[in-house]
């Protein structure tokens, strides 16, 4: 079957690709094999050398790796922009830090000697070929956030991209080829999802993670779990967005707007329901309704657009059925709603939307939304914002604005999420493991924690 590149903004199809044949595709999966057992003895210096050329290399290929993200899945081109810019900084970090991140740990000498040895210690190291399954919203920085930890802890990657960015996956291929890491390093595999399963199962395959839907989820770590092997998903979210009255109400409502529209509103970790006390609920929905009014839909080229289309077709139409759903069931529109009018009907645009005097049997009010539209709830304190914010099967991130230094640390402890950010939207950086938990997967990316995810965790006892 083959894989294509569509441009969401008129639904032309730019590039076609055969899917690898078998005989293809084990010879990727051999090369990784082989890859990884030399390239699991290099030193840290060297992956580290390696890792610091292709930063500078994705430095300088990001005016056009950025048009082919915003071709095949549409964000604004300063959005591309800037993911490109962030894997670069993220490349550097584990450059920098990897070493000491893996650095062996050695326990109290009291307890060395209680255990009978005369030296003893923690070593981690590389598994080896980790299958990486990927999706298509940050089609740049899903993959590296996964492949600097992982070739710089020594292991090798087997990127199954989403389908509908090829060219941005055959890119990743080539940029670490030209960063001076060995053939089959990091390899991008050509392949539908029903090829994901062999892959698992073949037994140089050593571990997977995953950043996709729940189902997909499913599916992995269902195989991942027969073969008994390692899994990390970062799966959906439906991030509450708490404002109380000590907050800096406008400029709640300011990042609001761009928590919820990030990446034309294709995120896991942007805020999708906002939870606003009684006191200031009409100052900040007018505010963060006037803001969502106030952005500009259009052509994702445009240096100038706020929102570019939704990725795909099909995404589109889930969107939209969610959305009339709950209308038809009582919620209010206070903006948007609707395919923008005035554009080319190929395109897969959608306005920003807010939606009001949502209920629970709505299926807005359970279900993730990929695309710009937001929830509004209105509540009476804390506690009925904790209780609806935790209302969700999902726990990736959650948002809280306060000036109360006690609702800071109410809600740190009792927000049901993988991270809790106050006064500020959710991000993700080098230094701070990302992930969740419920129904947003298991494990965590970036940091230390990350690096050490596809490590061996390796006691070394030495007897005296």
């Given at each position: 079957?083959?894989?294509?590149?569509?441009?969401?903004?008129?639904?032309?199809?730019?590039?076609?690709?055969?899917?690898?044949?078998?005989?293809?595709?084990?010879?990727?999966?051999?090369?990784a094999a082989r890859t990884f057992a030399a390239y699991r003895t290099t030193v840290f210096e060297e992956?580290?050398?390696?890792?610091?050329?292709?930063?500078?290399?994705?430095?300088?290929?990001?005016?056009?790796?950025?048009?082919?993200?915003?071709?095949?899945?549409?964000?604004?081109?300063?959005?591309?922009?800037?993911?490109?810019?962030?894997?670069?900084?993220?490349?550097?970090?584990?450059?920098?830090?990897?070493?000491?991140?893996?650095?062996?740990?050695?326990?109290?000498?009291?307890?060395?000697?209680?255990?009978?040895?005369?030296?003893?210690?923690?070593?981690?190291?590389?598994?080896?070929?980790?299958?990486?399954?990927?999706?298509?919203?940050?089609?740049?920085?899903?993959?590296?956030?996964?492949?600097?930890?992982?070739?710089?802890?020594?292991?090798?990657?087997?990127?199954?991209?989403?389908?509908?960015?090829?060219?941005?996956?055959?890119?990743?291929?080539?940029?670490?080829?030209?960063?001076?890491?060995?053939?089959?390093?990091?390899?991008?595999?050509?392949?539908?999802?029903?090829?994901?399963?062999?892959?698992?199962?073949?037994?140089?395959?050593?571990?997977?993670?995953?950043?996709?839907?729940?189902?997909?989820?499913?599916?992995?770590?269902?195989?991942?779990?027969?073969?008994?092997?390692?899994?990390?998903?970062?799966?959906?979210?439906?991030?509450?967005?708490?404002?109380?009255?000590?907050?800096?109400?406008?400029?709640?409502?300011?990042?609001?707007?761009?928590?919820?529209?990030?990446?034309?509103?294709?995120?896991?970790?942007?805020?999708?329901?906002?939870?606003v006390h009684e006191d200031v609920f009409e100052e900040f929905r007018e505010a963060f309704v006037e803001g969502m009014r106030a952005?500009?839909?259009?052509?994702?080229?445009?240096?100038?657009?706020?929102?570019?289309?939704?990725?795909?077709?099909?995404?589109?139409?889930?969107?939209?059925?969610?959305?009339?759903?709950?209308?038809?069931?009582?919620?209010?529109?206070?903006?948007?709603?609707?395919?923008?009018?005035?554009?080319?009907?190929?395109?897969?645009?959608?306005?920003?939307?807010?939606?009001?005097?949502?209920?629970?049997?709505?299926?807005?009010?359970?279900?993730?939304?990929?695309?710009?539209?937001?929830?509004?709830?209105?509540?009476?304190?804390?506690?009925?914002?904790?209780?609806?914010?935790?209302?969700?099967?999902?726990?990736?991130?959650?948002?809280?604005?306060?000036?109360?230094?006690?609702?800071?640390?109410?809600?740190?402890?009792?927000?049901?999420?993988?991270?809790?950010?106050?006064?500020?939207?959710?991000?993700?950086?080098?230094?701070?493991?990302?992930?969740?938990?419920?129904?947003?997967?298991?494990?965590?990316?970036?940091?230390?924690?990350?690096?050490?995810?596809?490590?061996?965790?390796?006691?070394?006892?030495?007897?005296?």
């Open positions: 079957m083959p894989i294509a590149t569509v441009n969401p903004a008129n639904g032309e199809t730019l590039e076609t690709y055969e899917a690898l044949s078998p005989d293809a595709l084990e010879e990727k999966l051999a090369l992956r580290a050398r390696m890792m610091r050329h292709a930063a500078d290399l994705l430095d300088a290929d990001t005016p056009e790796i950025a048009r082919t993200m915003t071709l095949e899945m549409g964000k604004p081109i300063k959005a591309a922009r800037a993911e490109a810019a962030k894997c670069a900084r993220t490349m550097r970090w584990y450059a920098d830090h990897a070493q000491e991140l893996l650095a062996p740990e050695r326990p109290a000498e009291s307890d060395v000697k209680d255990s009978g040895a005369a030296r003893a210690e923690v070593r981690y190291r590389p598994l080896g070929p980790v299958l990486a399954v990927m999706p298509w919203n940050f089609p740049l920085w899903q993959v590296v956030r996964f492949a600097a930890p992982a070739l710089m802890a020594g292991n090798v990657g087997l990127l199954k991209h989403a389908s509908n960015v090829p060219q941005t996956a055959l890119y990743l291929e080539d940029l670490f080829l030209r960063a001076g890491f060995p053939e089959g390093c990091f390899q991008t595999l050509l392949i539908g999802s029903g090829a994901v399963e062999g892959v698992l199962r073949d037994e140089r395959v050593v571990a997977a993670t995953l950043t996709g839907s729940e189902p997909a989820g499913r599916s992995v770590a269902s195989v991942a779990g027969d073969e008994v092997k390692k899994t990390v998903l970062e799966l959906g979210g439906s991030d509450p967005y708490v404002v109380m009255p000590s907050a800096d109400v406008a400029k709640a409502a300011k990042t609001a707007v761009t928590a919820r529209t990030q990446n034309n509103g294709q995120s896991c970790i942007a805020a999708k329901r906002f939870i952005l500009k839909v259009g052509d994702p080229l445009d240096e100038e657009t706020d929102i570019g289309p939704l990725a795909s077709e099909q995404g589109r139409k889930d969107l939209e059925e969610l959305v009339d759903e709950a209308v038809e069931s009582g919620a209010t529109v206070l903006c948007g709603g609707r395919r923008p009018k005035d554009f080319d009907r190929h395109g897969w645009f959608y306005e920003p939307t807010v939606l009001a005097d949502i209920t629970p049997e709505m299926r807005i009010h359970r279900e993730e939304t990929f695309g710009p539209v937001a929830t509004l709830y209105r509540v009476t304190g804390l506690d009925a914002a904790i209780e609806l914010a935790n209302d969700t099967p999902f726990g990736l991130s959650s948002n809280l604005w306060t000036g109360d230094a006690e609702e800071i640390e109410r809600f740190a402890r009792d927000s049901q999420a993988g991270g809790v950010f106050v006064n500020g939207m959710t991000a993700s950086h080098p230094a701070l493991p990302f992930g969740g938990n419920k129904r947003s997967g298991y494990g965590r990316e970036l940091s230390g924690h990350g690096i050490k995810e596809f490590c061996d965790i390796t006691t070394v006892w030495i007897g005296a």
